[in-house]
Each structure stands twice: as C-alpha cells, then as structure tokens.
C-alpha cells in the first residue's frame, strides 16, 4: 500500500471537511420541528430520570470558574484536537493511519445523516421555561463568540444551530480517545484517551448545547465507523484500481496494422509488460512484431 501523501490528505480532508460544513448548513430544518423534536428528547429524559443536563448546566452557569472553561473548550477543542491527533498518527504511526482516517470521515458523515432527518433544537435555544441558559451567551464578553454557539460574533448565519443530533463534539472526542489509547505509548497519552471524550460529555450538556442522548448518539455513531469503514476503504481502492487499470494505447502498440499514435515512438514491449499495464495491442500487430 502506497504511503499517503501529506498533501493530498490535507486536500482531502479540507474537502471533506467542508462539505461537511456546508452539508449541515444546507440542511437546516424548520424551527418548530428542531424545537418539537427537542422536546420529545428532553420529555423522554425527564421520563427515564437521566436528564443530567439540567444540573449541571445550573452548575456551569453559577459557577464560572467552570463555565467560562467550558465554554472556551466547546468552541474551540473540537477543532483542534482532532486534527492535532490526525497529524500525529500521519507522522508517528502511519501504517494506521488510512484505517483512522476513514473510520473518523466515514462517522463524520454519518452524523450529517442525522442531522437531515432529525433536525433537533439545543437545550439553550429552548424557552427559559425549561430551565436551560445559554452559557455561551451569559460568558460571551470572556470569548470571540457572541450568542449563536460558538460561532465568532457576526457569523451566527453560517452555521447550523439545530444541528444538535447526534453530538459529534462527543464523537469526535471518542475518537480522538481510542486513537490516544490504541497507539499511545506513555500513561498521560492513555489518560487523557480516557479523560478527554469524558470530559467533553460533560461540556456539551454543562454548556447546553446537546441533551444526554445527543452525547449517546455521538457514540453510536463513532462506534458505527469503523464497522462500515472497511467497506469505504475497499470502494475506494476498488476505484482506484479501475482508473489506473483503464486501457492506455502507448509503448508502441499498434491499434491497426501499420497505424500509429503521431509523435509515439516505437518501442518493443514485452508480453508481460502488455499484462502488467492492459495494453490493448491487437494479435495482427503482435503477429507483425515477431515478422520482424
């Protein structure tokens, strides 16, 4: 297997990425439906007696030693971590690489599947009579955001506020965690494998940004990646085998007898390198070679 070019991985990654981006963008859904599917959530949580939210989003509010923290690592670690973490296996343990790679982007997109059929409100965009606060507004003169998530102030238009299912701060961060305890060779590396996905469950229901379950679908659906994957990374390879494979007339292969490509200089090729490549050489121009 070819070792992946840095360059090329950076492109593909900024494409992905930014469809990605654009997806959840393009797949806004209609307010009442996000805010009725928010609900149905938090209504079912309430059932169960698992909306952990509630308190410490009181907690994160009250207490801004906590808050402010928080609200710092929502907007900003789950863009840097990542593809801290992409690098650093890139670099360090190339041979796994391709696998972590595909099974992050293969999640990645799993996730914009859920955000176009389950358009879902966050708690801090519910009525105040929920009892949820928008910490990320309450703490924003301490951060570059204003009172649309943690997009800089002015930019709230370009993102996707009902994107709230599944969490893929939380998935990510999953990821992010295998990877440091799958390939880490040290205690702190497998420690803070441990502690980071934690952590950023507890950030994104302190903060308001997603329900328990947001944080339980990110799982399900990093946990899904590396299951479907293998059959992307196959798909791929399969398609670059047929593009590279495609018949290519060159090497002095004759298309009719006494026809030649202009310009193309004759060179005798062997039956094995016409196999190798998938010359298309007729057996009229082989029967004239061997005339010779």
Same mark, same amino acid.
């Given at each position: 297997?070819?070792?992946?070019?840095?360059?090329?991985?950076?492109?593909?990654?900024?494409?992905?990425?930014?469809?990605?981006?654009? =997806?959840?963008?393009?797949?806004?859904?209609?307010?009442?439906? +996000?805010?009725?599917? =928010?609900?149905?959530?938090? /209504?079912?949580?309430?059932?169960?007696?698992? !909306?952990?939210? $509630?308190?410490?989003?009181? *907690?994160?509010?009250?207490?801004?030693?906590?808050?402010?923290?928080? !609200?710092?690592?929502?907007?900003?670690? $789950? #863009?840097?971590?990542?593809?801290?973490?992409?690098?650093? &296996?890139?670099?360090?343990?190339?041979?796994?690489?391709?696998?972590?790679?595909?099974?992050?982007?293969?999640?990645? &997109?799993?996730?914009?599947?859920?955000?176009?059929?389950?358009?879902?409100?966050?708690?801090?965009? *519910?009525?105040?009579?929920?009892?949820?606060?928008?910490?990320?507004? $309450?703490?924003?003169?301490?951060?570059?955001?204003?009172?649309?998530?943690?997009?800089? /102030?002015?930019?709230?238009?370009?993102?996707?506020?009902?994107?709230?299912?599944?969490?893929?701060?939380? =998935?990510?961060?999953?990821?992010?965690?295998?990877?440091?305890?799958?390939?880490?060779?040290?205690? &702190?590396?497998? +420690?803070?494998?441990?502690? #980071?996905?934690?952590?950023?469950?507890?950030?994104?229901?302190?903060?308001?940004?997603? #329900?328990?379950?947001?944080?339980?679908?990110?799982?399900?659906?990093?946990?899904?990646?590396?299951?479907?994957?293998?059959?992307?990374?196959?798909?791929?390879?399969? *398609? /670059?085998?047929?593009?590279?494979?495609?018949?290519?007339?060159?090497?002095?292969?004759?298309?009719?007898?006494?026809?030649?490509?202009? =310009?193309?200089?004759?060179? /005798?090729?062997?039956? !094995?390198?016409?196999?190798?490549?998938?010359?298309?050489?007729?057996?009229?121009?082989?029967?004239?070679?061997?005339?010779?």
């Amino acid at each position: 297997m070819r070792k992946p070019r840095w360059w090329a991985e950076l492109a593909l990654i900024a494409v992905v990425y930014a469809a990605y981006s654009g =997806g959840r963008i393009l797949v806004k859904g209609g307010e009442a439906s +996000a805010v009725e599917h =928010g609900l149905a959530i938090l /209504r079912f949580e309430e059932g169960l007696g698992i !909306d952990a939210e $509630h308190p410490l989003n009181r *907690l994160f509010t009250s207490v801004p030693a906590l808050g402010i923290p928080a !609200d710092f690592a929502y907007a900003s670690l $789950h #863009y840097l971590v990542t593809p801290a973490i992409l690098v650093w &296996l890139f670099r360090r343990r190339p041979a796994h690489y391709r696998a972590a790679r595909a099974w992050l982007m293969t999640a990645t &997109l799993l996730g914009l599947v859920g955000f176009t059929l389950f358009p879902t409100c966050p708690p801090r965009l *519910l009525d105040a009579a929920h009892g949820f606060s928008d910490t990320m507004a $309450h703490f924003s003169a301490y951060g570059w955001w204003g009172g649309e998530a943690s997009a800089p /102030r002015g930019l709230g238009g370009m993102t996707n506020q009902y994107a709230a299912m599944p969490s893929l701060h939380v =998935g990510w961060a999953l990821w992010c965690g295998v990877m440091l305890w799958r390939y880490g060779r040290t205690p &702190l590396a497998k +420690a803070l494998g441990v502690a #980071y996905p934690l952590v950023t469950a507890l950030v994104v229901m302190g903060t308001a940004n997603h #329900y328990l379950l947001d944080a339980v679908a990110g799982v399900a659906v990093m946990g899904a990646g590396p299951l479907l994957a293998p059959y992307v990374l196959r798909l791929v390879d399969r *398609l /670059r085998e047929t593009a590279e494979a495609s018949p290519v007339v060159s090497a002095g292969c004759e298309t009719s007898a006494g026809e030649r490509i202009p =310009g193309q200089r004759s060179v /005798r090729t062997t039956a !094995d390198d016409k196999q190798e490549w998938g010359l298309p050489c007729s057996s009229e121009a082989e029967s004239l070679g061997k005339a010779r």
